[in-house]
C-alpha cells in the first residue's frame, strides 16, 4: 500500500460510512466498569450520526438473556435503524454483511462490547471482507482491563484503524462551517468528561 492510499483508507468520510453499534445491553453494560464512558460516547456518536446523516447498525446477544439495548441509547437511535438480533459473537455471521451490502458504504465505526469478544470477532470479519474498520476506544469496553487492552491491540494488528470518539467526530466534519456542526460540538462539550482510561 502506498502512502496516498494508505492516507485515503484512514479517513473518515460522512457518505461512506456507518455507525455499528454492538451489544450495548443492560445485563451486559452492568458487569462493565467503563459503562457511564461508552454509553456517553457511543450517545455523542449517535448524535454524529444523525446530523450527517450516517446510517445507524445495532446488533444485540441473545436479548432474552442479556436484555435489550440500554434504555438511554434507545432513547437516541433513529427511526431507520438497523437492529440485528444475534447468536454469534462475530456479527457478520448474523446478517451484518447483507445490511452493509445493502447500504453500500464501506467504513464502519464500530463501539460496543465486549472488545476481545464481539467487537473484535466483528472486526476481523469485516476487514476480512475489504471494510475500512475504525473501533472507537473509549467507546469499547471489556470486564477486565487486560482483555480490553488485548482485544484493541489484536484489531490494530489486523488493519483496523483505532480512534477515540472526538477523534472520528470531527474526522467526519473536517470543518466547522457544514451543517450539523454546533449541534455536535455542543453535544461534545455538554457529554465529555475526564477520561479515567490511559490510552
Not at 445493502?102 to 466483528?122: F, N, P
Amino acid at each position: 500500500m502506498d502512502r496516498m492510499e494508505l492516507f485515503a483508507r484512514i479517513q473518515l468520510e460522512q457518505e461512506e460510512t456507518i455507525l455499528l453499534i454492538i451489544d450495548i445491553q443492560t445485563k451486559l453494560m452492568a458487569a462493565m466498569d467503563a459503562r457511564d464512558q461508552v454509553c456517553q460516547n457511543t450517545g455523542i456518536l449517535l448524535t454524529t450520526a444523525r446530523e450527517l446523516q450516517i446510517p445507524v447498525v445495532v446488533t444485540e446477544q441473545y436479548p432474552r438473556g442479556l436484555g435489550p439495548s440500554v434504555p438511554e441509547l434507545v432513547q437516541q437511535l433513529p427511526s431507520e435503524v438497523r437492529m440485528l438480533e444475534k447468536s454469534s459473537f462475530d456479527a457478520a455471521r448474523s446478517g451484518l454483511l447483507s445490511v452493509l451490502d445493502e447500504l453500500g458504504r464501506h467504513s464502519v465505526i464500530i463501539c460496543g462490547t465486549e472488545a476481545h469478544i464481539c467487537v473484535y470477532q466483528t472486526t476481523r470479519s469485516l476487514l476480512e471482507q475489504g471494510y475500512r474498520v475504525f473501533p472507537i476506544e473509549d467507546a469499547i469496553c471489556s470486564r477486565s482491563p487486560c482483555n480490553y487492552q488485548s482485544g484493541l491491540a489484536l484489531m490494530n494488528r489486523m488493519g483496523a484503524w483505532t480512534l477515540t470518539t472526538e477523534g472520528a467526530v470531527f474526522d467526519l466534519l473536517k470543518a466547522s462551517d457544514i451543517p450539523g456542526f454546533k449541534t455536535i460540538s455542543k453535544d461534545v462539550e455538554m457529554r465529555s468528561q475526564a477520561d479515567s482510561r490511559e490510552c
